[in-house]
């Protein structure tokens, strides 16, 4: 079976391309693609730059080009949940974009015609997490992630995406990978630790805690790699 990993900075792959040691890089549209192998499975990795448009080129050229089956994303989020402390785990129930805008013609917010407010991320792949999740004894929630193209570090637009979407977390990539994926009809999986509570300490606290929580997400999708291999 063929797996993409994907994540938004090199920081957030890096974990997983040290773990495998050994791969093969491959250019493609002004990223990096790197094909390694992990048991039975084939994993082409990419981190895709930061924000939606160059997540969701990335997500496609995974999928279209290299003919991955399932999509992994790992990286860290800011948390909108107050039970959710730097590092904690959260995986996507469902993905909105919350700076989609077109409520001047009535529409709800993150709403395009033909399109959908929330993404469903498969439930298999969920359950997969689950299991994982009880098997290292680690808390991890499931719960709503909203993305947008912006870094937010500000109380009032995080309570306004709490109030707006119900989301858990947020960060500028799941929802377009969700998208693309959706679309292409590939089961995917959203995997964020947190790194920051997007409030105004939110840039000091991601600086701080972007590689640890970043290690965190991607040694937990390396443990959901051995139950993918052996199934
Ligand atoms: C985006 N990622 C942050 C990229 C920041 C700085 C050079 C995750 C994230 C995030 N996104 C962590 N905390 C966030 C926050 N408070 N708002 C948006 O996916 C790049």
Known sequence: MKIAIMGAMVEEIEPLLKFLGDYETIKVAGNTYYKATYKDLELIIAYSKIGKVFASLTASTMIEKFGAEKLLFSGVAGAINPKLKIGDLIAATSLCQHDLDITAFGHPFGYVPEGKVFIQSDKTLLGIAKEVASDLDRELLEGIIAT????????????????????????????????????????????????????????????????????????????????????
């Not at 009032?156 to 979407?165: E, G, L, M």
């Not at 799941?174 to 920051?196: Q, T």
């Not at 509570?197 to 991601?206: E, N, P, T």
């Open 148 to 231: 947008g193209d912006q870094f937010v570090a500000d109380e009032s637009r995080k309570n306004w995406i709490s109030d707006t979407f119900g989301a858990d977390a947020l960060e500028m990539e799941g929802a377009s990978v969700a998208v693309v994926c959706d679309a292409l009809e590939v089961p995917f999986f959203i995997l964020r630790a947190i790194s920051d509570s997007a409030d105004m300490d939110a840039g000091f606290s991601f600086e701080e805690f972007l590689e640890t929580s970043a290690k965190e997400s991607a040694d937990f999708v390396i443990c959901m790699l051995d139950k993918l291999a052996t199934k």
